[in-house]
């Protein structure tokens, strides 16, 4: 098995690409250790010394790690770490799948302008969030604004304000009138 990495905006996340599908719908999101019970595969990359948050998308694992840990030292526990849990036969996931969507449910009045929203999202956010190792999800809509969940890569990044603000605020300001600004939100 030949495990590709490829750096992310984040210099604190690097997405492993293990050449074969990780997750069959939805993503998974473990900012802990202890939030990754349910995933073998993540607590597997949560034992090497330095990781602090794992993320599985489609065909990717978005690890991220400690300010103080190097990548260079930390990287081949992580390579071993996922190509032991892809060879024992383990699911990524133990129990019930997460939603296939992962944007929070609304039941307000808005209904029709959040699923212009979320359709949005899905469709011209969320594949390019993809390609550097993070999701973002709809979390809520109130007043105009618009409340997002980034994770993997996008969560503490550095140019995630950039992102949110620059892009995907004037993207919804454009095709949803309703909308006047855009937050981030952390959930956990």
């Known amino acids: 098995m030949f495990i590709q990495t490829e750096s992310t905006p984040n210099p604190a996340t690097l997405k492993f690409?293990?050449?074969?599908q990780v997750m069959s719908s939805g993503t998974a999101d473990f900012p802990t250790g202890d939030a990754a019970q349910?995933?073998?595969?993540?607590?597997?990359?949560?034992?090497?010394?330095?990781?602090?948050?794992?993320?599985?998308?489609?065909?990717?694992?978005?690890?991220?790690?400690?300010?103080?840990a190097d990548w260079a030292h930390i990287k081949p526990a992580i390579l071993g770490a996922i190509m032991e849990h892809f060879q024992s036969g383990a699911?990524?996931?133990?129990?019930?799948?997460?939603?296939?969507s992962g944007h929070a449910t609304h039941d307000?009045?808005?209904?029709?302008i959040v699923d212009q929203i979320k359709q949005l999202l899905d469709s011209r956010v969320r594949p390019a969030v993809a390609q550097d190792g993070g999701d973002i999800t709809f979390h809520g809509f109130e007043r105009g604004?618009?409340?997002?969940?980034?994770?993997?890569?996008?969560?503490?990044?550095?140019?995630?304000?950039?992102?949110?603000?620059?892009?995907?605020?004037?993207?919804?300001?454009?095709?949803i009138p309703e909308v006047t600004e855009v937050r981030p939100v952390a959930v956990g």
Do not use: W
């Open 17 to 20: 690409l293990p050449g074969q």
């Open 38 to 68: 349910a995933s073998p595969l993540a607590r597997r990359v949560f034992a090497a010394e330095g990781v602090t948050g794992v993320f599985l998308g489609s065909d990717f694992i978005t690890v991220t790690k400690a300010d103080e």
């Open 91 to 100: 699911p990524v996931i133990e129990g019930a799948a997460p939603a296939a």
């Open 108 to 112: 307000g009045p808005d209904g029709e």
């Open 145 to 175: 604004v618009v409340y997002l969940h980034m994770q993997g890569a996008c969560a503490g990044c550095p140019s995630s304000t950039l992102t949110l603000k620059m892009g995907i605020e004037n993207l919804l300001r454009h095709y």
